[in-house]
């Protein structure tokens, strides 16, 4: 089983500022990995899938980089919608895995 | 726009079977590249992947689970459904279905709004 980890497990921004979460794989999942965002009550919303295609709708301020173990999301300038948990999932093997999750948080 | 909806008991008994079923509108469950998933997220938790049902009936089940679950769709009413046998405690969650949905990669999108299933006598 592929482990994701996910870094930091909160991060504490202020509106404007930018945010950068990661993600590593235990091994390569190549370029086969997505990120979700989810706010409270919510299912969780794709953002990024093969590392660095943004899903529908997703605006540019939100970007993903990163291939093999080592993977990036970027968000350039924080809007109060931002505030969420991120997750990491990669698809290259099964069981699918995810991350714990990136808390981003009112700073 | 393709959308998702879970439905089923809400409580079930330690050692019975969970059963749910996914409702999908705004498409066809027979589209081709459209898999069928499972995830579930126990309260404050993270996510954890149950499994997909793929094309010609293949299946992929997480194997921390693959000897008590079942997934299967029934392509007449649109709808996927999900059985976890012997569940106890440890399976009270929130339980969602999503498309996983294939080109040169694979990604859930969509989701369903999840449903809380909580295991108790």
């Known amino acids: 089983e592929i482990v994701m980890t996910q870094s930091p497990a909160t991060l504490s921004v202020s509106p404007g500022e930018r945010a950068t979460l990661s993600c590593r794989a235990s091994q390569s999942v190549s370029s086969n990995l997505a990120w979700y965002q989810q706010k409270p009550g919510q299912g969780p919303r794709l953002l990024i899938y093969?590392?660095?295609t943004r899903a529908t709708g997703i605006p540019a301020r939100i970007s993903g980089s990163g291939s093999g173990t080592e993977f990036t999301l970027t968000i350039s300038s924080l809007q109060s919608e931002d505030f969420a948990v991120y997750y990491c999932q990669q698809s290259n093997n099964w069981p699918r895995t995810f991350g714990q999750g990136t808390k981003v948080e009112i700073k | 726009q393709l959308q998702l909806q879970e439905s089923g008991p809400g409580l079930v008994k330690p050692s019975e079977t969970l059963s749910l079923t996914c409702t999908v509108s705004g498409g066809s469950i027979s589209s081709s590249s459209n898999y069928w998933g499972w995830i579930r997220q126990p309260p404050g938790k993270g996510l954890e992947w149950i499994g997909t049902m793929y094309d010609n009936g293949r299946r992929h089940y997480n194997p921390s689970l693959k000897s008590r679950v079942s997934i299967s769709v029934d392509t007449s009413k649109n709808q996927f459904s999900l059985k976890l046998s012997s569940v106890t405690a440890a399976d009270t969650a929130i339980y969602y279905c999503?498309?996983?949905?294939?080109?040169?990669?694979?990604?859930?999108?969509?989701w369903g709004q999840g449903t809380l299933v909580t295991v108790s006598s």
């Open positions: 999503a498309r996983e949905r294939a080109d040169g990669t694979f990604w859930f999108d969509p």
């Open positions: 093969g590392a660095s």
